[in-house]
């Protein structure tokens, strides 16, 4: 059982950055897969960026590529979400998942584990 908790959303204008945090506990994080998934209003839940369990493969949604930056770190259980350049389309709740011994998929099923959720609003 692994248990993950999001924070560091909020409310920021166009063009800004936040940075997601993803803590995870319980079983070993190091050997599971992680992923962000977002869903905006009246949306589907979507992919965003995924990271293989042993950390050399990261994937990107088109939408996000080349302003968002997935990184972890498993000495502290730890995944990041930089988000730059944001924009009003990316206002959502954002998840983090985690897939044990996945290679980081796109798709929601891979995902064993979800946290609650935490919410990015940008402002035009």
């Known amino acids: 059982q692994v248990q993950l908790v999001e924070s560091g959303g909020g409310l920021v204008q166009a063009g800004g950055s936040l940075r997601l945090s993803c803590a995870a506990s319980g079983r070993s994080y190091s050997t599971h897969a992680m992923g962000w998934f977002r869903q905006g209003p009246g949306k589907e839940r979507e992919f965003v960026a995924a990271i293989s369990w042993t950390g050399a493969t990261i994937s990107y949604a088109d939408s996000v590529k080349g302003r968002f930056t997935f990184s972890r770190n498993d000495a502290r259980n730890m995944g990041y979400l930089q988000m730059n350049s944001l924009k009003p389309e990316d206002t959502a709740i954002y998840y983090c998942?985690?897939?044990?011994?996945?290679?980081?998929?796109?798709?929601?099923?891979?995902?064993?584990?979800w946290g609650q959720g935490t919410q990015v609003t940008v402002s035009s």
């Open positions: 998942a985690a897939d044990n011994y996945g290679l980081g998929s796109n798709l929601r099923q891979d995902y064993d584990y």
